[in-house]
């Protein structure tokens, strides 16, 4: 158990998880950014679309180490603002395993959607409304859970809960 933060069990609240999700995304961008230029600096990528391929796939590996680590510490930084821990089911830390577990079960966010756009051809901005809208379901799914959590985390054996703000 985390004997620091006390003993957690509440799950947070949908809303509480979402906004951590969108500050989550935001974070993103900083990491995309560094990333996409040490790509291109390295693969000397003249043009946007050369490499693509090759970039998102290196994304996806700075994306597994980014979230493979820091959920190993119990904490991304946008979980630390919303007072959110990632553990397993039995209240402990996740090892780095678990963490690249979840990594890979999290994609259920927005493989589904981009399957169905690449499938029927859609053009990009009738794929964004189907992924927003993947989006959406995904997360009202976790009503149907017994505690209320992603499925995705019931799937990698995982859980989110409330951590109590620590006074300094």
């Known amino acids: 158990m985390i004997t620091d933060v006390g003993v957690l069990t509440q799950t947070p609240s949908l809303m509480r998880r979402m906004a951590c999700w969108l500050y ?51 904490q991304t930084l946008a979980m630390k603002t919303w ?21 890979f079960w999290s994609w259920l966010w927005v493989i589904p959607p981009l399957l169905a756009s690449w499938w029927f051809a859609l053009p990009g901005a009738e794929a964004m409304v189907i992924t ?8 009202v799914l976790s009503r149907f859970h017994p505690r209320r959590q992603f ?3 019931a799937l990698a054996g995982t859980q989110l809960v409330c951590a109590p703000a620590v006074k300094r």
Do not use: C, P
């Open 24 to 74: 989550e995304g935001m974070l993103l961008f900083g990491v995309v950014f560094i990333a996409g230029y040490l790509f291109g600096t390295l693969s000397q990528t003249k043009n946007a679309m050369d490499n693509r391929h090759a970039l998102q796939a290196f994304l996806f590996v700075v994306f597994g180490i980014y979230f493979g680590w820091l959920w190993s510490k119990g």
């Open 83 to 103: 007072h959110i821990w990632v553990l397993d089911r039995a209240g402990n830390k996740l090892t780095q395993g678990q963490a690249l577990i979840r990594y």
């Open 132 to 139: 927003a809208g993947w989006v959406v379901v995904w997360a």
């Open 151 to 153: 499925w995705h985390d």
